[in-house]
């Protein structure tokens, strides 16, 4: 390494408002609109040029840039100490060097000492193909834009824009990837896919183009998902599934997306999750200030936890879909690690025998409140709606409950959902749909009483065109809203015991960063 590489610290701009960035057991109040702290840590800089660079260079100035990502990638040692490594990304198209994928493994920073990748002429001036991380600890990626079409010679699973595997600590802040269809190419499956990864932070990215979903977690367990842009799907925009766990998500924008805007759950094969985190398909999810609009479908629960679903607003929901799902989640073993299966299934988690995958994954303590639903006149679900599965018999053996439910411990209060005609099916009665394997047995009268459903038409000032801000005066604001109880953790798995996560479900501030009166008005703005 040149001695000209000097050691500098982070750039004012990376200077951000404190955040919980370890696993959190006690109750604290909901921060709706967190900035991951990077701190201020010493680190060295790389520069990469893809029109002028060398990668016979030393990269340590901006005139001795080095041409690729690959080469910069591999100055970083395996072991990182004394100081963090900064790659700054000149302006510029960065090409790909094995199978239109970059790949990064094997790089642990730390706090003190992080590797962060970072355009450096600009936000979204630096345009990277498919990158994966493997292995990796303290990535930050930061204002970068990455654009690709579905590469076909890699496996679907890997058919990712931005990819993490086995990853620790990671931010991506000011993303935009973008999954594109060209020169008989597909849409790639997924734009951010992460699994088996710990504390995954993304903030204000724009994520859009994918054959499957914007977002797709696996077995990813504490971060937040918060102030972002999700759509152009052809799944749901996004869901956390596979035993993830402890995550914020709140401020996004989701939509254009063929069923769910966003789902709590849904269904993984039992070997790709993680332990403790071996019952449920999500643990400790907070859903809450997110706009919603123009998918399949609103909000969904599939197989989970302690869900808080609440002050969300959701506008022209439903075409595939009823506008809200609290249904069972899937399970099912894989084939590629009979052993870990076992294993799995030892220490006590849930999957039933060697069958396919069986949606049998019950949901526990689910509260669906003060959310806004409005499907304008002309427009409404496809079914009914709510679509709350009934309960499901389970066989011995999988350790699961011999009787299923969706709706132990469901809540539904304080909504307001204007959907279709006055005769439109309160409940789903289609048995077999999107993990709805029993008819409904939900009290009809109780979801009616304590919610507006098809009683209140609401008005929000102008979401044809983006404002989903409730009308001043308008009626909203005679809704009376309740205030949300928190959860505790004494009904959660002991086989194997699983981290207990933040009982507390106080949404103080709105989607604006307004405070929330007590009574205030549903949905994600206050005023």
């Avoid at 995550?247 to 790709?272: K, P, R």
Wanted: hydrophobic fraction near 35%; aromatic fraction near 8%.
């Amino acid at each position: 390494m040149s001695t000209k590489n000097s050691l500098l610290p982070a750039t004012p701009h990376l200077q951000c408002v404190q955040a919980t960035t370890q696993p959190n057991s006690i109750s604290c109040p909901l921060d709706v609109s967190p900035h991951y702290d990077i701190g201020k840590p010493l680190l060295k800089d790389i520069w990469v040029d893809p029109v002028s660079g060398d990668d016979g260079a030393d990269g340590s100035t901006r005139t001795q840039a080095l041409r690729t990502l690959a080469r910069a990638w591999r100055m970083i040692p395996l072991r990182i100490e004394g100081h963090g490594w900064r790659i700054m990304l000149a302006a510029g198209r960065y090409e790909p060097h094995i199978a239109d994928q970059i790949m990064m493994e094997d790089r642990q920073g730390t706090r003190e000492c992080p590797i962060i990748l970072q355009s450096a002429d600009g936000p979204l001036t630096a345009e990277l193909p498919m990158v994966e991380f493997c292995r990796c600890h303290f990535i930050y990626l930061l204002d970068l834009k990455i654009v690709t079409a579905s590469n076909s010679k890699i496996i679907p699973s890997q058919d990712c824009v931005l990819h993490f595997t086995a990853c620790r600590d990671v931010l991506v802040r000011g993303v935009t990837a973008i999954g594109m269809a060209e020169a008989g190419r597909p849409l790639p499956a997924i734009v951010l896919k992460a699994n088996q990864c710990l504390r995954l932070y993304v903030e204000d990215c724009d994520f859009s183009g994918a054959q499957g979903n914007a977002l797709d977690y696996v077995a990813v367990q504490y971060g937040h998902i918060v102030r972002n842009r999700m759509h152009g799907t052809r799944s749901e925009v996004m869901y956390v599934k596979g035993g993830s766990a402890h995550h914020l998500i709140a401020g996004n924008e989701l939509y254009d997306g063929v069923n769910h805007g966003v789902a709590a759950g849904q269904g993984t094969g039992f070997e790709y999750m993680v332990p403790p985190w071996l019952h449920y398909e999500a643990y400790d999810i907070k859903i809450v200030n997110n706009i919603i609009h123009d998918a399949g479908g609103g909000l969904a629960v599939l197989g989970g936890y302690n869900i808080l679903v609440a002050w969300n607003t959701c506008y022209r929901v439903g075409t595939s879909r009823d506008t809200i799902v609290v249904g069972l989640g899937g399970r099912g073993p894989s084939s590629w690690s009979p052993a870990r299966r076992a294993q799995y299934h030892a220490m006590g988690g849930w999957c039933q025998g060697q069958s396919a995958q069986g949606y049998n994954i019950p949901n526990r303590n689910v509260q669906i409140r003060n959310n806004v639903i409005l499907n304008p006149d002309g427009f409404e679900s496809r079914f009914a709606h709510l679509g709350i599965s009934g309960p499901v018999a389970v066989a011995p053996g999988g350790n699961l409950p011999p009787l299923s439910r969706a709706d132990d411990g469901l809540v539904i209060r304080g909504n307001i959902i204007w959907n279709g005609p006055a005769d439109k099916p309160l409940l789903d009665d289609v048995e077999g749909v999107y993990h709805l394997a029993a008819r409904p047995t939900a009290d009809a009268a109780q979801l009616l009483r304590d919610n507006a459903i098809n009683t209140l038409k609401p008005e929000l000032i102008d979401p044809e065109h983006g404002d989903f801000r409730p009308t001043p005066g308008g009626n909203l604001y005679r809704c009376a809203t309740d205030a949300i109880p928190d959860f505790d953790w004494f009904d959660a798995p002991t086989r194997p015991a699983v981290p207990p996560g933040n009982p507390n479900n106080q949404v103080i501030l709105d989607r604006a960063g307004h405070p929330r009166l007590p009574g205030g008005p549903p949905g994600a703005f206050s005023r």
